[in-house]
C-alpha cells in the first residue's frame, strides 16, 4: 500500500469493542478521525476510519464513555448553546457503536424551549489492511460516491463498502462525506438516527451487483462451545475477572471454515483477530473446566493441517502441529515443536475431563504421527533437549512442555489400546522412560544459583551452556511436572523476589538484568496469562502461598484495565498511588488472558478430575485466601460439577456426575 507513514499506531487508550469478524477501536469521545488504527473494522478490514458527529457546526463535549458487554461501546456527550444562561447541557449525545458495523446516536432535549439544529455526521474510509496499519502505513482516503440512505467507497482491489442512515439523510455531500440533518426538538423529546456499515471483499461479490454485493451481518454462531460457569467469591475481583473474561472469549469466537459447528476462538484485538495453533491450543486447555467441545474442535481442525511432508519455507514436517495457520490463504507456519507438545497434552487433558471414546478414536492416528514427530525432535540433539531451530537455544518451558507431553503419551497409549512394543513412538513404556530421562537432564542442566540462591535457567545455548538470566518462563515449570519438590520450592522463591515479581504479575526477566526495561516485549513486561500459568502451576504442586500472593498482585491490577487483562503490561513495581500500564502494543481481549482465571481458580479449589477412572479428587491446598470460593456448572463427561471452597480450606461438592467416585 503506498501513502502515508507514521511509527506504530497505538491502542491501549482505546475502547476495544470486539464480535469477530468485526471489531471497533474507538477514542474515548466515540469520534473516529482515522489517526492511527481508530475505525470500524470487519476481516481485517478498516470499513470506516472517519465517524464524526456535530450539531450546530460543533462537536458535542464528551462525559463519558464505557464497553458494554464485548462487542459494544457506549459514549455519552453534551453540546451546549452559547446564549444558555446556565452551564446545564442543552442537548444530551448518547451515542452506541457496535463492532458489527451497526452505530446509534441518540440526541435528547433536555431544556424547556424547542430547539432547531442542524446535525451533520461525516463519514470517510481508506480501507486499510490492520496489517499495514500495525506498521504505521495507510493509503489516502477513497473519494465516496451517494448511495440511497448514505455514502459508498470502493477499493481498487475489490472491496466495497456501504453507510446507510436511518432516517435517510436530507442532504449527502459525496466531496466531503457529509450527511446531514436539520431536526426540531421540542422539550423533553430525543432525535435517533441509526447508520449501518457493512463491506465484502471482490471474491464475495461474484455474480452481483455492487448495490447488492454486500453481504448481511454474520449469523449466530449459537452457544459458545462452553458451559456458562458461575463463579462466587468473597472478593468480588475475582467473580468480575471471571464474568468478563467470558464476554471477551465470545466476542473472539469466529467460525472456522472446515468445522463451523464449533466456532474457535480468534487470539485476540485489535491485531490477531484470527485463530492461530498456539492460541488455540492453549484458550481450549485452560478451558477444559467448562466441557470438552472447544478442545474436541481444536483438536480436530489442527489434525486437518498436521504436517504431511518436510517443507523449510513454512517448518512443515511430518506429524508436526501448525504454530499459525495461515489467515487470509496464506500457507500454515510450523515454527516450533511446542505446538505439537502442546497438542497430545490437550488431548491427555481433555480425556480426564471427559472426552468421550468416539471423539478420542478419530484423534488417535494424529496422536501417534505427533508423537513420532516428537520422538524424532528429541533424538536429533546429542544432549537430549529439545531446541528451536538447528543449533539453537533449548529454552527451559519447552522442555518442560515436551516432558508433560511425554508423560500424557504415556497413559494415552496404555488407555486406548494403542500401546505397542513394535513401534517405538507407540509404546508407552518408551514414552514413561523418555520422560523420567529428560526429567533428570533437565534437573542436572538448567539448575544454575547466584547470589539470591539456586533458580531455573532461561535456556540452554546452542553449545550447551546455562542462559542464566532469572526469567517469568520458569514459572510454567511447576504445572508440568517436571521439577522435583525442591526445585519447585526453588522456583517459587525466586518468582517471588522483588527481581520478577513486581506486584501486578511476572516480569518477563528480572529487573537487575542488563537490557531490562518494564516496556520491553522480550523482557520487562508481565504476561498475564504466563502468571496465571505459573499460579496454577504452583497451587498444584503444594505452593499455595506463593501461588496466592502472584494472585493477589494480578487482583490489584485486573480493575484498572476493567477486568479485561491485556496481553502484557508495564512491569513497573507496584507502589501505592500508581496504576499500572498497558503495553501500547497490546491485544485486549486476548483469548488466553481471558482464560487463564480459569485454571488458576480450579487450582486453588484443588480441583483433578479422573473421567476415564470415573474419580474427582477435590483437596484445596490451602485456605483461600480470597475468602469462600464457590466454582458452579463446572463440567466433568459433561455433567454439572459444581465445588464450594468454605473460608477454613474445607470442600463441599454440591453437584457432581452420577456414577463418579468423589475424594476429598
Known amino acids: 500500500m503506498t501513502g502515508i507513514r507514521t511509527p506504530h499506531p497505538l491502542a491501549h487508550d482505546a475502547l476495544i469493542c470486539v464480535d469477530a469478524p468485526g471489531m471497533a477501536i474507538c477514542p474515548r469521545d466515540g469520534q473516529l478521525r482515522g489517526r492511527g488504527v481508530q475505525g470500524l473494522f470487519h476481516d481485517g478490514r478498516r470499513l470506516l476510519a472517519r465517524s464524526v458527529v456535530t450539531i450546530g457546526g460543533a462537536e458535542p463535549e464528551p462525559l463519558s464513555s464505557h464497553t458494554v458487554g464485548a462487542g459494544t461501546a457506549r459514549f455519552l456527550a453534551m453540546h451546549r448553546f452559547v446564549a444558555d444562561p446556565v452551564p446545564d447541557p442543552a442537548l444530551v449525545v448518547d451515542r452506541t457503536r457496535q463492532?458489527?458495523?451497526?452505530?446509534?446516536?441518540?440526541?435528547?432535549?433536555?431544556?424547556?424551549?424547542?430547539?432547531?439544529?442542524?446535525?451533520?455526521?461525516?463519514?470517510?474510509?481508506?480501507?486499510?489492511?490492520?496489517?499495514?496499519?500495525?506498521?504505521?502505513?495507510?493509503?489516502?482516503?477513497?473519494?465516496?460516491?451517494?448511495?440511497?440512505?448514505?455514502?459508498?467507497?470502493?477499493?481498487?482491489?475489490?472491496?466495497?463498502?456501504?453507510?446507510?442512515?436511518?432516517?435517510?439523510?436530507?442532504?449527502?455531500?459525496?466531496?466531503?462525506?457529509?450527511?446531514?440533518?436539520?431536526?426540531?426538538?421540542?422539550?423533553?423529546?430525543?432525535?435517533?438516527?441509526?447508520?449501518?456499515?457493512?463491506?465484502?471483499?471482490?471474491?464475495?461479490?461474484?455474480?452481483?451487483?455492487?448495490?447488492?454485493?454486500?453481504?448481511?451481518?454474520?449469523?449466530?454462531?449459537?452457544?459458545?462451545?462452553?458451559?456458562?460457569?458461575?463463579?462466587?467469591?468473597?472478593?468480588?475481583?475475582?467473580?468480575?475477572?471471571?464474568?468478563?473474561?467470558?464476554?471477551?472469549?465470545?466476542?473472539?469466537?469466529?467460525?472456522d471454515p472446515e468445522h463451523r459447528t464449533v466456532p474457535m476462538p480468534a487470539a485476540g484485538a485489535p491485531w490477531q483477530l484470527v485463530p492461530t495453533g498456539r492460541d488455540c491450543l492453549w484458550t481450549a486447555r485452560m478451558l477444559l473446566p467448562l466441557g470438552t467441545r472447544l478442545a474436541a474442535g481444536t483438536l480436530r481442525m489442527l489434525a486437518d493441517r498436521q504436517g504431511r511432508r518436510a517443507d523449510p519455507l513454512s517448518g512443515e514436517e511430518p506429524g508436526k502441529i501448525p504454530h499459525s495457520l495461515g489467515p487470509g490463504g496464506r500457507a500454515p507456519r510450523y515454527d516450533c515443536v511446542g505446538s505439537?507438545?502442546?497438542?497430545?497434552?490437550?488431548?491427555?487433558?481433555?480425556?480426564?475431563?471427559?472426552?468421550?471414546?468416539?471423539?478420542?478414536?478419530?484423534?488417535?492416528?494424529?496422536l501417534r504421527r505427533a508423537l513420532a514427530h516428537l520422538a524424532t525432535t528429541l533424538?536429533?540433539?546429542?544432549?537430549?533437549?529439545?531446541?528451536?531451530?538447528?543449533?539453537?537455544?533449548?529454552?527451559?518451558?519447552?522442555?518442560?512442555?515436551?516432558?508433560?507431553?511425554?508423560?500424557?503419551?504415556?497413559?494415552?497409549?496404555?488407555?486406548?489400546?494403542?500401546?505397542?512394543?513394535?513401534?517405538?513412538?507407540?509404546?508407552?513404556?518408551?514414552?514413561?522412560?523418555?520422560?523420567?530421562?529428560?526429567?533428570?537432564?533437565?534437573?542436572?542442566?538448567?539448575?544454575?544459583?547466584?547470589?539470591?540462591?539456586?533458580?531455573?535457567?532461561?535456556?540452554?545455548?546452542?553449545?550447551?551452556?546455562?542462559?542464566?538470566?532469572?526469567?517469568?518462563?520458569?514459572?510454567?515449570?511447576?504445572?508440568?511436572?517436571?521439577?522435583?519438590?525442591?526445585?519447585?520450592?526453588?522456583?517459587?522463591?525466586?518468582?517471588?523476589?522483588?527481581?520478577?515479581?513486581?506486584?501486578?504479575?511476572?516480569?518477563?526477566?528480572?529487573?537487575?538484568?542488563?537490557?531490562?526495561?518494564?516496556?520491553?516485549?522480550?523482557?520487562?513486561v508481565v504476561r498475564a496469562h504466563e502468571t496465571c500459568v505459573a499460579i496454577a502451576g504452583l497451587a498444584d504442586h503444594g505452593q499455595a502461598d506463593a501461588a496466592y500472593e502472584l494472585l493477589s498482585g494480578l487482583l490489584e491490577a485486573v480493575p484498572h484495565f476493567g477486568y479485561r487483562m491485556p496481553e502484557m503490561h508495564a512491569g513497573e513495581q507496584r507502589v501505592p498511588g500508581h496504576v499500572p500500564v498497558a503495553h501500547p502494543l497490546a491485544c485486549r481481549p486476548l483469548a488466553r488472558s481471558a482464560a487463564a482465571i480459569l485454571p488458576v481458580l480450579v487450582a486453588l479449589a484443588g480441583v483433578r478430575p479422573d473421567a476415564p477412572r470415573r474419580r474427582i479428587v477435590v483437596r484445596p491446598p490451602a485456605a483461600p485466601a480470597v475468602g469462600e470460593l464457590e466454582l458452579a456448572d463446572l463440567r466433568v463427561s459433561g455433567a454439572p460439577f459444581t465445588v464450594r471452597i468454605n473460608r477454613q480450606g474445607q470442600a463441599v461438592i454440591e453437584a457432581a456426575p452420577d456414577g463418579m467416585q468423589l475424594a476429598i
Open 99 to 255: 463492532a458489527d458495523g451497526r452505530e446509534r446516536v441518540v440526541i435528547r432535549n433536555t431544556t424547556r424551549r424547542r430547539v432547531r439544529v442542524p446535525v451533520e455526521m461525516t463519514l470517510g474510509t481508506d480501507l486499510a489492511p490492520i496489517g499495514e496499519l500495525r506498521v504505521g502505513r495507510r493509503g489516502p482516503d477513497l473519494a465516496a460516491r451517494v448511495c440511497p440512505g448514505g455514502l459508498t467507497w470502493s477499493s481498487a482491489d475489490g472491496w466495497v463498502v456501504r453507510a446507510v442512515a436511518n432516517p435517510a439523510p436530507e442532504t449527502a455531500l459525496a466531496a466531503s462525506g457529509i450527511l446531514r440533518w436539520d431536526i426540531t426538538l421540542q422539550p423533553a423529546a430525543s432525535w435517533t438516527v441509526e447508520l449501518r456499515v457493512t463491506g465484502a471483499p471482490a471474491h464475495q461479490r461474484a455474480g452481483a451487483t455492487a448495490m447488492h454485493a454486500i453481504p448481511a451481518p454474520r449469523a449466530p454462531l449459537g452457544p459458545p462451545p462452553w458451559s456458562e460457569a458461575r463463579v462466587r467469591c468473597d472478593d468480588f475481583r475475582v467473580a468480575e475477572w471471571m464474568r468478563q473474561s467470558l464476554v471477551d472469549l465470545r466476542g473472539l469466537l469466529v467460525a
Open 340 to 366: 505439537t507438545a502442546l497438542y497430545v497434552t490437550l488431548l491427555g487433558e481433555a480425556r480426564r475431563w471427559g472426552l468421550s471414546d468416539s471423539e478420542t478414536e478419530p484423534l488417535l492416528p494424529h
Open 379 to 524: 533424538d536429533t540433539h546429542p544432549d537430549g533437549f529439545v531446541r528451536v531451530g538447528p543449533g539453537g537455544p533449548a529454552p527451559c518451558e519447552l522442555q518442560g512442555q515436551v516432558y508433560e507431553a511425554a508423560v500424557h503419551a504415556a497413559r494415552l497409549l496404555r488407555e486406548c489400546g494403542e500401546d505397542t512394543d513394535a513401534d517405538a513412538a507407540a509404546s508407552s513404556d518408551v514414552w514413561q522412560k523418555r520422560a523420567a530421562d529428560l526429567a533428570a537432564r533437565f534437573r542436572d542442566r538448567f539448575r544454575v544459583e547466584d547470589a539470591a540462591g539456586p533458580y531455573i535457567a532461561a535456556a540452554l545455548d546452542g553449545e550447551g551452556r546455562p542462559v542464566a538470566v532469572p526469567n517469568s518462563a520458569m514459572g510454567q515449570l511447576p504445572g508440568t511436572g517436571i521439577l522435583d519438590d525442591a526445585a519447585c520450592a526453588d522456583v517459587a522463591r525466586r518468582l517471588l523476589s522483588p527481581d520478577l515479581n513486581c506486584g501486578w504479575g511476572l516480569r518477563g526477566i528480572g529487573a537487575r538484568t542488563p537490557g531490562y526495561h518494564p516496556l520491553a516485549v522480550r523482557g520487562g
